[in-house]
């Protein structure tokens, strides 16, 4: 397995696990901003999806779409999407609490927690593929 390749994936696994930690950090905080919480447990499991699309040389688009990419893991993981459930729950986070706009609503603690536990049921799936790989 080219080293490069490897090291791609270690970076994007780190960088998913960055905001899975930013996200449990900000949750302890007073008064958390729970978009802030929602987006970077959206980058979490858009990462670790990246990551395993890179692992298995899968050119993926500029995109925040979990579904999408979820979508180009068929052919190496057909079991991925069902293993992951509800693959919508995170992609709404992608661009909708990055920006004020008409479409933006305060997110409530219970959306919040909900994110991170979809982000790290995704990191445990992702990674359970990869197990023994990397």
């Not at 999806?49 to 890179?54: D, E, N, P, T, V």
């Not at 979990?66 to 999407?81: F, M, T």
């Not at 709404?92 to 997110?107: G, N």
Request: glycine fraction near 2%; charge should be negative; hydrophobic fraction near 35%.
């Amino acid at each position: 397995m080219k080293e490069d390749k490897i090291n791609a994936v270690n970076a994007w696994c780190k960088k998913a696990e960055n905001d899975l930690r930013t996200a449990e950090y900000t949750m302890t905080m007073n008064e958390p901003p729970y978009d802030t919480v929602c987006f970077h447990a959206q980058q979490c499991a858009e990462k670790y999806i990246k990551g395993f699309l890179i692992f298995h040389e899968i050119d993926f688009p500029k995109t925040h779409s979990i579904e999408d990419l979820v979508l180009l893991c068929k052919d190496i993981a057909p079991s991925l999407e069902s293993e992951i459930g509800d693959i919508e729950v995170l992609s709404i986070y992608a661009v909708e609490t990055r920006y004020p706009s008409e479409m933006y609503y305060e997110i409530p603690e219970e959306k919040a927690r909900e994110a991170i536990e979809f982000a790290k049921k995704i990191k445990s799936v992702v990674l359970k593929y990869l197990k023994g790989k990397i």
